[in-house]
């Protein structure tokens, strides 16, 4: 009898889970999902500004997903990493008050990891670019978006501090390098909250775009799972690889794999993240061409389903 009373309790509290996400995703009165008229009833005018400017970027080709965001031109920047793979045709992004977005332009820079593209309708509001050169060491600073597994409808609010700048190396399309400012966060920046606005705490002014979360993980890592792709059939199925005392040898793949398990039981995580800085974003945006006038909304497309909701 205790058995049957716990799984009719295990039952009903996965039953409410069930009911609680289908309602969060269900729209309100007002049209907007009830999970983004919650987010939007406890934030602030600042605040809200942002969430409704902000959106989940899904590029269908390479089934990678990042964050995006509207600026007043009308235009929505996102990563060049986001978009890379999908064309102007096939990337869509999605609004946390639902629908679906297309897109009639995109322009790329691959060196800053950054890109700008054109909505077909219009789209009203967005953000205003602020500035870097006034960022202080502690300054907090936050940025809205869609990490990891997390796909909306609304944006969730990530919070750090400015802990120094970095003078990023990126290569060219020549094949030289150049330099590029970054903010260094100490913040919780993860996967998917790339292309986010950064802004300072309490403003809506975008002082970078999220790019990266830093891996404190030594270069054995990559190695290792690069030689696991790409073993040599000529040692057996070990590949050559240099080890973390200088030393160049095979390694089998059960070694490596022992390394990188070693490297992950050792090594602490630390919030620490990188954003572009808005700067950069400025310089890019200047060598893009305006698009012309952007077509009225169209209501038949703009309420499509978004993916998971």
């Keep these: 009898m205790n058995l049957l009373r716990k799984a009719f309790v295990c039952f009903g509290l996965v039953l409410i889970g069930v009911v609680a996400a289908s309602l969060a995703q269900a729209p309100s009165d007002s049209g907007v999902p009830v999970a983004t008229q919650w987010t939007l009833d406890a934030a602030g005018a600042t605040q809200r500004t942002s969430i409704k400017s902000v959106y989940l970027m899904v590029c269908p080709a390479t089934q990678k997903k990042g964050t995006g965001f509207l600026l007043d031109s009308g235009s929505i920047i996102t990563n060049e990493h986001v978009v890379n793979g999908c064309t102007t045709a096939n990337m869509e992004a999605y609004p946390s008050t639902g629908g679906k977005l297309f897109f009639s332009a995109m322009n790329v820079d691959a060196d800053r990891d950054l890109a700008v593209l054109r909505p077909k309708e219009k789209l009203t509001g967005g953000l205003a670019l602020g500035s870097d050169t ?40 020549s094949g030289g390098e150049r330099t590029v400012k970054h903010i260094v966060v100490n913040g919780a920046f993860n996967p998917g909250n790339s292309g986010g606005p950064v802004f300072v705490s309490n403003d809506s002014k975008v002082v970078g775009v999220v790019v990266w979360k830093m891996r404190l993980l030594s270069q054995t890592v990559p190695t290792v799972i690069d030689g696991l792709k790409k073993p040599r059939a000529s040692l057996g199925g070990t590949f050559t690889m240099t080890l973390p005392d200088g030393t160049t040898r095979g390694v089998s793949n059960e070694e490596a794999v022992s390394l990188v398990l070693e490297e992950f039981y050792n090594t602490v995580q630390v919030m620490i993240g990188e954003a572009i800085s808005v700067s950069e974003l400025k310089d890019f945006l200047a060598t893009v061409t305006p698009a012309a006038p952007a077509a009225k909304p169209d209501a038949s497309k703009t309420k499509a389903a978004s993916p998971g909701k």
């Design 134 to 173: 006034t960022l202080t060491l502690g300054q907090a600073v936050t940025t809205w978006g869609f990490p990891l597994i997390y796909n909306g409808p609304a944006p969730i609010l990530s919070v750090g501090y400015v802990a120094g700048f970095n003078a990023a190396k990126v290569k060219t399309k």
